[in-house]
T-cell receptor
Framework: KAGVTQTPRYLIKTRGQQVTLSCSPI?????VSWYQQTPGQGLQFLFE???????NKGNFPGRFSGRQFSNSRSEMNVSTLELGDSALYLC??????????????FGQGTRLTVV | DQQVKQNSPSLSVQEGRISILNCDYT??????FLWYKKYPAEGPTFLIS?????DKNEDGRFTVFLNKSAKHLSLHIVPSQPGDSAVYFC???????????????FGQGTILTVHP
């Protein structure tokens, strides 16, 4: 069974540009979450999608947005990039039961560098 | 507000001995806890989880203990191996009531080094 796939693995962008990251979850997983990892802030939750609906959002500015498609693939977009957006962006997929407890499986991440 | 804390930035252990990684949380609404292992520039790898209705869960060399009254969990690795050297993150989620599906709150991580 294929794992979570994130593309691209590495990106270099200039301040002010926008960027779109892609995530393909494990087959059958309908929940996709995004996290940002930086040395200073650790792993921080961005947002979570389930059946194409955003169910939860972390404390990030509106420049960070996402969406999920009917095949559960997800994209996140960051507009007007700032130097502080340089980070490892991680996508995780889960097979959530009605009780909600399920492990999240992470992709390899996209390393974004803003110059 | 750091709701999940790993107070030890690093831990060094001899091969074959026990590694004990600790994690504290402040939000009493958390009811599911997970441990992940992470190498640099890679995504976290799931290790083991525990529901708040249990106080212990084992999987091979890994055992997680949960003390709800103390809001504390720990990961025991026995015996420790050099390949266990990585950053370990604990994470918590709140799923009762259904308002936090899929959201994990992570600790800052503990760097484990296992010496041969």
């Amino acid at each position: 069974k294929a794992g979570v796939t994130q593309t691209p693995r590495y990106l270099i962008k200039t301040r002010g540009q926008q960027v779109t990251l892609s995530c393909s979850p494990i087959s059958g997983h309908r929940s996709v979450s995004w996290y940002q990892q930086t040395p200073g802030q650790g792993l921080q939750f961005l947002f979570e999608y389930f059946s194409e609906t955003q169910r939860n959002k972390g404390n990030f500015p509106g420049r960070f947005s996402g969406r999920q498609f009917s095949n559960s693939r997800s994209e996140m977009n960051v507009s007007t990039l700032e130097l502080g957006d340089s980070a490892l962006y991680l996508c995780a997929s889960s097979l959530l039961s009605n009780r909600g407890n399920a492990e999240a499986f992470f992709g390899q991440g996209t390393r974004l560098t803003v110059v | 507000d750091q709701q999940v804390k790993q107070n030890s930035p690093s831990l060094s252990v001899q091969e074959g001995r026990i590694s004990i990684l600790n994690c504290d949380y402040t939000n009493s609404m958390f009811d599911y806890f997970l441990w992940y292992k992470k190498y640099p520039a890679e995504g976290p790898t799931f290790l083991i989880s525990i529901s708040s209705i249990k106080d212990k869960n084992e999987d091979g060399r890994f055992t997680v203990f949960l003390n709800k009254s103390a809001k504390h969990l720990s990961l025991h690795i026995v015996p420790s191996q050099p390949g266990d050297s990585a950053v370990y993150f604990c994470a918590a989620s709140r799923n009762a009531g259904g308002t936090s599906y899929g959201k994990l709150t992570f600790g800052q991580g503990t760097i484990l080094t296992v010496h041969p």
